[in-house]
């Protein structure tokens, strides 16, 4: 059965760093995209970035561009979301999530029905 769970989140001041795990058990992470994604109260859950099967193709929101850095390590099972320069607009719960596919060199930052998620971690900015 394959389960995600995040870590990482925190409290951080403006400016600072996190950098953010997704143990991911249950399947071999092979044959499957990741994608960062998260939510405020109120607004709906956003992609922030993405990182295909094969690890050679990734993508990232505007807003996060140059700041954050995806990666992947299938060895340790593990999805990572480095994250700098952080800002008080960053506050939001970060989901993992996982989505089969067979297309090696692409992933998607837009929610899925067949992504498979995380429970999510709290990250908030602040002074």
């Known amino acids: 059965q394959l389960h995600l769970v995040e870590s990482g989140g925190g409290l951080v001041q403006p400016g600072g760093s996190l950098r953010l795990s997704c143990l991911a058990s249950?399947?071999?992470?092979?044959?499957?995209?990741f994608g960062w994604f998260r939510q405020v109260p109120g607004k709906a859950r956003e992609g922030v970035s993405c990182?295909?099967?094969?690890?050679?193709?990734?993508n990232y929101a505007d807003s996060v561009k140059g700041r954050f850095l995806i990666s992947r390590d299938n060895a340790k099972n593990t999805v990572y979301l480095q994250m700098n320069g952080l800002r008080p607009e960053d506050t939001a719960v970060y989901y993992c999530?996982?989505?089969?596919?067979?297309?090696?060199?692409?992933?998607?930052?837009?929610?899925?029905?067949?992504?498979?998620w995380g429970q999510g971690t709290q990250v908030t900015v602040s002074s």
């Open positions: 990182i295909s099967s094969s690890g050679s193709s990734t």
């Open positions: 999530a996982a989505r089969a596919t067979i297309v090696q060199g692409m992933c998607v930052m837009t929610v899925r029905r067949d992504h498979a």
């Open positions: 249950g399947f071999a992470l092979d044959n499957y995209a």
